[in-house]
């Protein structure tokens, strides 16, 4: 199988990586990113520019994991954060498919909707709705709640939430407990092996640690 992964240097891409560079099952990965990876015999890592992407052969694959993703205060606006969240995985999408890439994951968020009033929310939704409508035969959306995992740069305040978490642990739903981010890793490189015709939704409450 090859694999394209977008986001690899991320908390869950690298985990993502690391898996479907141990699985037997994956003969290539392939990881657009800004900056240069360290090597591995299974991997190709070509550096690219989001905004003027190749096109390149490597966009032929079995199937796309994006887990791209940014936070407001990273970003620094609306319009960057909308960039890394909605028009990178969509350009993305779009390579892929005319290259006959025929599934694509995507690691999105636990209260993704295109008309909620949070623009967090939204843009999640927005980029949803936008890869239904490319017309992938297999489509996974995986909807975590907050990701567990040693952030690099750190995320303050993700830190202190999942602390907080992880003290009402036991009195929490399933869907509101934290999501750890090896858990999420393995659900999406199944679902890109899988590569289950449809749409198909992953909840939070189907990522969260047991009791």
């Known amino acids: 199988m090859r694999l394209i992964l977008l986001g690899a240097t991320g908390l869950v891409g690298r985990h993502v990586l690391q898996r479907a560079l141990d699985d037997p099952r994956v003969t290539r990965v392939v990881a657009p990113a800004r900056r240069a990876l360290p090597g591995h015999p299974k991997l190709d890592a070509p550096q690219v520019d989001f905004d003027r992407l190749p096109d390149a052969a490597w966009w032929a694959a079995d199937a796309v994991i994006c887990t791209l993703g940014t936070t407001m205060r990273a970003a620094g606006s609306r319009a960057a954060f909308r960039a890394v969240d909605h028009d990178y995985p969509l350009a993305v999408a779009h390579c892929a498919r005319r290259h006959g890439t025929p599934a694509f994951v995507l690691n999105s968020a636990m209260a993704a ?27 996974t959306l995986v909807r975590p709640g907050l990701i567990g995992g040693q952030r690099d740069p750190p995320r303050p305040a993700e ?53």
């Open 113 to 139: 909707d295109a008309h909620s009033r949070f623009f967090y929310n939204r843009v999640k939704g927005e980029i949803e709705d936008a890869l239904r409508a490319v017309g992938f035969p297999s489509l």
């Open 159 to 211: 830190a202190m939430a999942a602390r907080a978490l992880g003290l009402l642990h036991p009195l929490l739903p399933r869907r509101w407990r934290i999501s750890p981010a090896p858990v999420i890793a393995a659900c999406m490189l199944e679902a890109a092996i899988a590569g289950r015709p449809g749409v198909h939704m992953v909840e939070a409450d189907a990522l969260s640690t047991p009791d």
